[in-house]
């Protein structure tokens, strides 16, 4: 399985809560320049599952429409995902051939060390709309490769 793992794009300081913090404009033109990065390069994907956070949804719709990618609010991308429950989520997804998160920092960084198989604690950093792509063998921990992270700023 490919799986593509997408850290939201910039978004305001400002709002009612941290959930709901809407993209800036710098993080809307993040987006869209994933979504040409990914397509320039043919990197497609079948289905976008997202983070129901205001900020990761919005990501998410600009990149799946661009994509022709079906989008699915996944409650369990939220901030605060554990490695673990991810893993156990993406069970349902496994026949996929091809497959984007969009989420949360510090959450990626863990299930990447996770699936590839580091040490809990490794330091990895996601930037903010970044796009990391990982070979998964099997939904386990130690059983993917990294093939890629990408910062916006170089796509």
Not at 79 to 87: D, E, F
């Amino acid at each position: 399985m490919h799986l593509f793992l997408l850290r939201h794009a910039d978004a305001s300081t400002i709002a009612e809560s941290d959930e709901a913090r809407a993209l800036s404009e710098k993080g809307e033109a993040q987006a869209k320049k994933v979504a040409r990065f990914c397509q320039a390069h043919e990197l497609l994907v079948s289905m976008v599952l997202t983070s129901p956070v205001q900020r990761a949804h919005q990501t998410a719709q600009i990149v799946a429409v661009h994509l022709r990618a079906d989008l699915v609010v996944a409650p369990w991308l939220a901030c605060g995902m554990r490695p673990q429950s991810a893993l156990a989520e993406l069970q349902e997804y496994r026949a996929g051939q091809s497959l984007m998160l969009v989420g949360h920092e510090p959450d990626f960084s863990a299930l990447i060390a996770h699936l590839i198989g580091l040490p809990s604690g490794s330091k990895i950093q996601i930037r903010k709309a970044s796009l990391t792509l990982l070979e998964v063998e099997a939904l386990e921990k130690g059983a993917a490769r990294l093939d890629f992270n990408v910062p916006c700023r170089l796509m």
